[in-house]
C-alpha cells in the first residue's frame, strides 16, 4: 500500500520537568514547542497530569493560545481533565492510563475492559470537536474497542518494543514488533488512524515509519535528553531525517 503522510509530534513534557525542579519559569515549555516547530515538526504534545508533576494548567493554555500548529492534549479519563480539555478545546485529545506513583506512562489503556467508563469522556471530546485518540497495546481487542468506542484514532504503545531493544532482548523485541506491525495493519483496514510513541529514538523511529499504516509518530523523552547536547533544532532536523529513511524503505520495497 502507498505510505501516508508521516507526522511528528514532539512532546515537551520534560522540558517542565526541568523547570518544576527548580520553581519558577525556566526553562519554558511554550519556548520548546515554537523551536520544535520552527525546525518542522507537524504538532505539540503535552501531557497534564493528576497530580502536576511537569505540564501545568496554564502551559496548556499559553500553548493553545501562541502556537500555530496542532496541540496534542494527552490526559486520562477523568472529570476534571475532561472539563480542562472542553476548556482549552486543542485540536486532539489522546487518552492515557495513569497511575500516581509511576515515573512515566507505563503500558495502554485498558479500552476493551473500560468501555463503560470511556464511551461518555470519548462522546464529550468528540461533540467538542476535538480528535480522540486511545493509547493502546496493539492487541486485536484493544483495537477493537476503540472501533466500538468511536474513536477515530489509536496511538500503538511502543515502549515495551524499544525497552527489549534497549536491554538486547532480541526474542522479545521481535515478538513486540510482530504485535505492533500486526495491529498497525488491523487497525488501518478497520478504519481507523494510527499513530505511534513511547520510548521512540533514532533507530526505532526509523524502522517503524517504513510501517506505511503509521500516520504518526509523537516522540518525547528521548528528544529532549538529546537536545541537551545537541539543540532542539538540531534533534527535531535529525528524528525527521530518520523518519523519513524509514518512510523510503516502504517506496523501495
Given at each position: 500500500?502507498?505510505?501516508?503522510?508521516?507526522?511528528?509530534?514532539?512532546?515537551?513534557?520534560?522540558?517542565?520537568?526541568?523547570?518544576?525542579?527548580?520553581?519558577?519559569?525556566?526553562?519554558?515549555?511554550?519556548?520548546?514547542?515554537?523551536?520544535?516547530?520552527?525546525?518542522?515538526?507537524?504538532?505539540?504534545?503535552?501531557?497534564?497530569?493528576?497530580?502536576?508533576?511537569?505540564?501545568?494548567?496554564?502551559?496548556?493554555?499559553?500553548?493553545?493560545?501562541?502556537?500555530?500548529?496542532?496541540?496534542?492534549?494527552?490526559?486520562?479519563?477523568?472529570?476534571?481533565?475532561?472539563?480542562?480539555?472542553?476548556?482549552?478545546?486543542?485540536?486532539?485529545?489522546?487518552?492515557?492510563?495513569?497511575?500516581?506513583?509511576?515515573?512515566?506512562?507505563?503500558?495502554?489503556?485498558?479500552?476493551?475492559?473500560?468501555?463503560?467508563?470511556?464511551?461518555?469522556?470519548?462522546?464529550?471530546?468528540?461533540?467538542?470537536?476535538?480528535?480522540?485518540?486511545l493509547f493502546i497495546g496493539a492487541q486485536p481487542a484493544q483495537i477493537e474497542a476503540a472501533?466500538?468506542?468511536?474513536?477515530?484514532?489509536?496511538?500503538?504503545?511502543?515502549?515495551?518494543?524499544?525497552?527489549?531493544?534497549?536491554?538486547?532482548?532480541?526474542?522479545?523485541?521481535?515478538?513486540?514488533?510482530?504485535?505492533?506491525?500486526?495491529?498497525?495493519?488491523?487497525?488501518?483496514?478497520?478504519?481507523?488512524?494510527?499513530?505511534?510513541?513511547?520510548?521512540?529514538?533514532?533507530?526505532?523511529?526509523?524502522?517503524?515509519?517504513?510501517?506505511?499504516?503509521?500516520?504518526?509518530?509523537?516522540?518525547?523523552?528521548?528528544?529532549?535528553?538529546?537536545?541537551?547536547?545537541d539543540g532542539l533544532l538540531e534533534v527535531v532536523v535529525?528524528?525527521?531525517?530518520?523518519?523519513?529513511?524509514?518512510?523510503?524503505?516502504?517506496?523501495?520495497?
Open positions: 500500500m502507498d505510505p501516508l503522510p508521516l507526522r511528528l509530534g514532539v512532546n515537551i513534557d520534560h522540558v517542565a520537568t526541568i523547570r518544576n525542579a527548580r520553581g519558577g519559569h525556566h526553562p519554558d515549555p511554550v519556548r520548546a514547542a515554537k523551536m520544535a516547530i520552527a525546525a518542522g515538526c507537524d504538532g505539540i504534545t503535552a501531557h497534564l497530569r493528576e497530580d502536576r508533576r511537569h505540564i501545568r494548567d496554564d502551559d496548556m493554555r499559553r500553548l493553545k493560545a501562541e502556537i500555530d500548529k496542532p496541540l496534542n492534549f494527552e490526559m486520562a479519563a477523568t472529570d476534571e481533565m475532561v472539563r480542562i480539555a472542553l476548556e482549552v478545546r486543542p485540536h486532539a485529545v489522546c487518552l492515557v492510563p495513569e497511575k500516581r506513583t509511576e515515573r512515566t506512562t507505563e503500558g495502554g489503556l485498558d479500552a476493551a475492559g473500560q468501555r463503560p467508563h470511556l464511551a461518555p469522556v470519548v462522546h464529550a471530546l468528540k461533540h467538542a470537536g476535538i480528535r480522540v485518540s472501533v466500538e468506542l468511536g474513536a477515530p484514532v489509536i496511538e500503538i504503545h511502543t515502549g515495551g518494543w524499544c525497552d527489549a531493544l534497549t536491554e538486547g532482548r532480541a526474542a522479545e523485541a521481535a515478538a513486540e514488533w510482530q504485535l505492533i506491525r500486526s495491529g498497525a495493519e488491523f487497525a488501518s483496514g478497520l478504519g481507523l488512524e494510527v499513530h505511534a510513541g513511547h520510548g521512540l529514538g533514532y533507530a526505532s523511529a526509523e524502522t517503524i515509519a517504513a510501517l506505511p499504516q503509521i500516520a504518526e509518530l509523537n516522540i518525547g523523552h528521548f528528544m529532549m535528553g538529546e537536545a541537551l547536547f535529525s528524528m525527521r531525517a530518520a523518519m523519513k529513511r524509514g518512510r523510503g524503505k516502504v517506496a523501495a520495497s
